[in-house]
């Protein structure tokens, strides 16, 4: 497995440890760490993606929340929100990671933590949020003048 792959499934668990018991996601990322074993070379792009969701939560769980339309953000399972956080976070914030990419990483992560229907669940929200931003992107650069 991957370096990157095995980070997003360390910040799935701290994401999904703060959704029970919240705190600072410093507290959690050392706890989990600690529980799980995570190998310290996937430990600082993991405590980014964290730290990069917990940042900008707010814009995450709009998207998400806009993309779900028989969902509500509140009524999907921990793990799957969890993800979809991460993924969205990706999507939107972080220039480095194609899109494409993020998607293929949270539909695995869906299989090996979620439920039999989470992948598809992930796929078809992430999905959505991607063609909504490519979409607003195609906008706001016919909108500028070269």
């Not at 933590?113 to 999905?127: H, K, M, R, V």
Request: hydrophobic share 35%; charged share 35%.
């Amino acid at each position: 497995m991957g370096k990157r792959r095995r980070a997003r499934e360390l910040a799935v668990q701290v994401l999904f440890h703060m959704e029970y018991n919240g705190g600072e996601p410093e507290e959690a990322f050392e706890l989990v760490c600690t529980h799980f074993e995570a190998p310290e070379s996937v430990q600082p792009f993991s405590k980014d993606l964290v730290k990069g969701v917990i940042e900008h939560k707010e814009e995450v769980d709009s998207r998400i929340r806009r993309a779900s339309r028989n969902w509500k953000l509140e009524r999907m399972s921990r793990v799957d929100r969890s993800v979809l956080r991460l993924a969205t976070y990706e999507i939107l914030f972080r220039d480095d990671i194609p899109p494409k990419v993020s998607i293929d990483e949270a539909v695995e992560l869906g299989k090996k933590f979620g439920s039999d229907d989470s992948a598809a669940f992930i796929n078809g929200i992430l999905d959505n949020i991607y063609n909504t931003w490519i979409a607003e992107r195609r906008g706001s650069d016919e909108g500028q003048v070269g």
